[in-house]
Each structure stands twice: as structure tokens, then as C-alpha cells.
């Protein structure tokens, strides 16, 4: 069983650093062979997905957030974080966390089995 809850600030001003993190319980371990991802909502929109850390610490990020995203993990404390620089009122979305085993395929393309229950943030000075 994977459980994920996210937190991380309600607002952020535009040009600054948004930073999120997502904390993985139900006994799973950030090292099972699973792949870690940040997916967004905007408002009025569809799921975006964001980048994603697998179990062996790779990382991957969307090429159009690939230049000012970064994903890592803790695996002391069983969580892994994002950090989007030089936020916009365009990143306001709801952000989620998402876990799903390993399969073949690309981790933007999966049907993720499992899903915090998102965090919004709203970019605005």
C-alpha cells in the first residue's frame, strides 16, 4: 500500500522558488520499484505531468519545466521533493504527487495507481 501526502506553501510570489514535497507512508519505501512523480492541474485545465524520480534515484522532468524544475528525495524520511524556480501566475495549479510500479513505458504516459490528495498553489503577489 502507498499512501502520499503533499505539503508545501498555499502562495508563492511570482519569480520566486516554489518548493513542495510529498511524504510516502503505508510501507513503501521510495527504494521499492516504483516511479515517483509531480503531476499539476491548472484551474480550468487537464493533468500536466511534471517530471518524475524512480526507485534508483534517476530523474526526469517535462521538457517545457525541464530548465527550472528539479525533483530529489530523502530516503531517510521516505519523501521526495520538488522545486520549481522562477514561478509564474501561469504555475498556479493544483499540485499532486502520484506513485505507480515500474512497467514498460514512459512515466508521463502512466495510468498512476496512486495519488496524494493535491495541494494548491496560487502564484500572486
Known amino acids: 500500500q502507498v499512501q502520499l501526502q503533499e505539503s508545501g506553501p498555499g502562495l508563492v510570489k511570482p519569480s520566486q522558488t516554489l518548493s513542495l514535497t510529498c511524504t510516502v507512508s503505508g510501507g513503501s519505501s521510495l527504494t521499492s520499484y516504483y516511479v515517483w512523480s509531480w503531476i499539476r492541474q491548472p484551474p480550468g485545465k487537464g493533468l500536466e505531468w511534471m517530471g518524475v524520480i524512480a526507485y534508483d534515484g534517476s530523474t526526469n522532468a517535462s521538457p517545457s519545466l525541464k530548465s527550472r524544475s528539479s525533483i530529489s528525495r530523502d530516503t531517510s524520511k521516505n519523501l521526495f521533493s520538488l522545486q520549481l524556480n522562477s514561478v509564474t501566475p501561469e504555475d498556479t495549479a493544483v499540485y499532486y504527487c502520484?506513485?505507480?510500479?515500474?512497467?514498460?513505458?514512459?512515466?508521463?504516459?502512466?495510468?498512476?495507481?496512486?495519488w496524494g490528495q493535491g495541494t494548491q498553489v496560487t502564484v500572486s503577489s
Open positions: 502520484a506513485a505507480d510500479e515500474v512497467s514498460s513505458g514512459s512515466p508521463d504516459e502512466y495510468e498512476y495507481d496512486y
